[in-house]
């Protein structure tokens, strides 16, 4: 395909690092968007503040790049006054799950029609390095100097157990499910989260000594389970893993849907 | 602005939804190719398309340029927040909100703002029957602040009572746009209950 239609070719380059997941996650997206042959112009794409949410400014979308945490509010906002967009979030782990984390759950909650895509690089890469609520227990950042004293974040579950109709996790190895994931995520009505586990050599990588950019790409080769798969698989197996692909795809109300029932009830009183 | 507002429950009147006269933010004319979303013009306001429209702009939180993306360009940063804060300054008169009572003659005044209001109206008319010419203003706005107008009253009047739910906040700005035409006193309360009138009341005949 061809992907120049689909980005701002003077805002290049790109701030991402080499070695780093953003890019390869960015062109799922816009093998998705193509694929559903989506109109450019009903696409809104919203971020918060981070290395992911540098996303927006590259494609030529309607592109919205919010304060830290925020940017599923600002696209709850923009869903419910523009219901005929579709509208895309790209936030990473600390955006997603720390400043923001009651935002997602309350969208979650509320199955708002939004496709959500978190890059999960397991720390903030941008801001300077800080542990963030999916930094793996006992691994070290520039605010964990003695490793990490707090339990893990699993953003997919937390989403699942918030209400959300739609939530699978792919890594940017395996670039064909990420691009099928994102496609469905977006084909869903109802609230929809992808967890995208994408590695940040410079950040994450160097302080952890996990060697060259390609070997934490290699890693994620490594750990990934097929969901199916994972099934027949004890919890001492999967310890280390990353379980891949949908995770939940269910039939729940949505939240405009329910909305403009309430609004068309209002309206013949 | 205070706890009290925020519980009190009380009429209003809403205008029927058919006299609402609506203000929408101006559109641009120009083709989406052409389209600047922050270009500066005299209006210092520039038209902001709709999401959706064709329009496929971009909109951060960050210093940007009249394009809207990111910049660290320092004249660029300059210029918007020069223009941002020119907005503000060209359209103050409208922004400002407060509303007069019995100033026209008053010898002392009270500045209050929030729930410290009705105290202070109910203190304004024991002292009217008392033949005492009190006037009031209620500022709706706190920034841009009313400056102009407090100056003017302060020429006008030997002392401001400036009541407030707190240790003195107002108080300052109050004293600061006097410009020491007029003595400032302070009505003060900390107890998480309102201002009794008497005490208000009690302020306004130390002036006297």
């Known amino acids: ?269 | 602005m205070d706890e009290i507002i925020g519980h009190v429950y009380e009429k209003v009147n809403l205008p029927d939804p058919q006299d609402i006269q609506i203000i929408n933010r101006k559109k641009p004319d120009t083709p989406p190719d052409k389209y600047l979303p922050y270009q500066n013009d005299e209006s210092l306001i520039p038209p902001m398309a709709n999401f959706g429209d064709g329009y496929r702009y971009h909109v951060t939180g960050l210093v940007h340029d009249e394009t809207g993306f990111p910049t660290n360009d320092t004249p660029q940063i300059e210029a918007m927040l020069t223009r941002l804060n020119s907005k503000l300054d060209k359209y103050k008169d409208e922004i400002i909100a407060f509303e007069e009572t019995e100033t026209e003659d008053a010898k002392i005044g009270i500045v209050t703002f929030g729930s410290s209001s009705r105290s202070s109206r109910h203190a304004l008319r024991m002292a009217r029957a008392e033949g005492l010419k009190v006037g009031m203003i209620r500022m709706q706005t706190l920034w841009p602040f009313p400056t102009e107008r407090i100056f003017q009253l302060a020429k006008q009047v030997s002392h401001i009572i400036v009541p407030e739910l707190n240790l003195g906040q107002i108080a300052h700005e109050v004293e600061h746009a006097a410009r020491g035409n007029s003595e400032i006193l302070r009505v003060n309360r900390i107890t998480g209950d309102p201002i009794p009138p008497d005490e208000i009341f009690a302020k306004i005949k130390e002036c006297v």
């Open chain 1, 1 to 269: 395909m061809d992907y120049m239609p689909y980005l701002r070719k003077d805002k290049f380059p790109h701030i991402w690092c080499e070695g780093c997941g953003d890019g390869i996650a960015l062109k799922a997206i816009l093998r998705a968007i193509d694929n559903l042959k989506l109109d450019k112009d009903k696409i809104a794409m919203v971020s918060g503040i981070g290395c992911s949410s540098r996303t927006p400014g590259y494609v030529d979308f309607n592109t919205l790049h919010t304060t830290h945490g925020r940017a599923i509010a600002f696209a709850t906002g923009l869903k419910m006054a523009r219901s005929d967009l579709h509208v895309i979030v790209v936030t990473g782990d600390g955006d997603a799950t720390a400043i923001g984390g009651n935002h997602l759950i309350h969208a979650a909650r509320r199955n708002i029609d939004l496709t959500v895509l978190v890059y999960n690089n397991h720390i903030y890469g941008m801001t300077g390095g800080q542990v963030s609520p999916t930094t793996p227990m006992g691994d070290f950042a520039t605010t964990a100097p003695y490793g990490g004293l707090e339990n893990t974040f699993d953003i997919a579950g937390l989403t699942i157990a918030a209400g959300a109709s739609f939530v699978a996790r792919s890594t940017v190895y395996h670039t064909t499910m990420l691009e099928r994931i994102i496609q469905r995520a977006m084909e869903k009505r109802g609230f929809s989260l992808v967890e995208i586990m994408s590695p940040c050599p410079t950040a994450y990588g160097k302080i952890n000594k996990r060697g060259a950019p390609k070997q934490l790409i290699l890693d994620q080769k490594n750990q990934a389970v097929r969901i199916e798969r994972s099934k027949s698989m004890t919890q001492q197996e999967l310890q280390g893993k990353i379980i891949t692909g949908v995770l939940i795809d269910r039939e729940l109300p949505e939240y405009i849907q329910t909305y403009d029932k309430v609004i068309a009830q209002a309206q013949i009183r």
